[in-house]
């Protein structure tokens, strides 16, 4: 399921790839467009050029030289590039929910089998704040005052908090139980009650797991020591302390943590 570091990592892929070429021919799967159609989509932006793409949180911000395609990747959902050289050119796959040609040469696919998230137009940077209005600040880039300033107002589970998109975008399921197991604060610790020095301890934790997972192209494998490293794996004991790692449902997902270290 793509967070944070898999959509910065469809970030700097598309930038690879898409950006500097120009659109010429594309085509649209229209039950996974939000709010326009495969026509209109296409006309606004055929003949367009894409910029140096931009990511809030777990949306990926396609900027041309006009408008704006605005990614979500859902549970599901990754991009891939097709060369037209020989053997490198593929046919789409049916989960290919958009395929864009680039006259330059090349194709951009959107691949999202269970078809959560989506795709969304944005026809100037005002339309772009409009649909990501209701985000928090990017969790990557939230800095420590801006951080507590959230937390200060913030009340109850805390890692229904640290999930809640409007509060801080980009952290998913996996990285909230990660960056609690690093602070070593239990998933249904209420906000209201951490010390100062714990909500130091939880800014600090977000940022190192956030920092590094970017920095790893595989960050559940790179990073042996990471809770990430063994969770949901039968048998699988805390990778800290060597005690049993306990499961429950917090936030309304299936949640591991260590007792000893997260008391
Ligand atoms: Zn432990």
Redesign the pocket.
């Known amino acids: 399921m793509p967070e944070l570091p898999d959509v910065e990592r469809f970030r700097r892929f598309f930038r690879a790839n898409a950006a500097g070429r120009t659109v010429g021919a594309l085509r649209a799967d229209p039950t996974i467009l939000r709010n326009c159609t495969p026509r209109t989509l296409s006309a606004a932006l055929r003949g367009r050029r894409f910029d140096e793409p931009a990511r809030h949180g777990k949306w990926l911000i396609a900027w041309t030289d006009g408008p704006a395609l605005l990614m979500h990747f859902g549970m599901t959902g990754y991009l891939l590039w097709a060369d037209d050289e020989g053997s490198t050119r593929t046919e789409p796959h049916r989960h290919d929910r958009l395929v864009i040609r680039f006259d330059e040469g090349g194709e951009l696919r959107y691949r999202n089998m269970r078809k959560l998230g989506g795709l969304w137009l944005a026809h100037d940077p005002d339309e772009v704040s409009g649909l990501l209005g209701t985000l928090g600040p990017d969790a990557l880039s939230v800095g420590r005052a801006e951080f507590l300033r959230l937390l200060a107002r913030r009340r109850g589970g805390l890692k229904a908090a640290l999930m809640d998109q409007t509060l801080l975008a980009g952290v998913g399921n996996l990285m909230a139980d990660e960056i609690l197991w690093q602070a070593r604060l239990h998933p249904t610790h209420r906000v209201e009650s951490l010390t100062a020095e714990e909500r130091l301890q939880l800014h600090s934790a977000l940022r190192r797991i956030l920092r590094q997972a970017v920095a790893t192209e595989d960050y559940a494998e790179d990073r042996p020591g990471w809770l990430l490293h063994v969770r949901g794996r039968p048998g699988a004991s805390?990778p800290?302390?060597?005690?049993p790692l306990s499961r429950m449902v917090a936030a309304g997902r299936t949640t591991y943590f260590?007792q000893?270290?997260?008391p």
Do not use: V
């Open positions: 805390c800290r302390c060597r005690g260590c000893r270290c997260q």
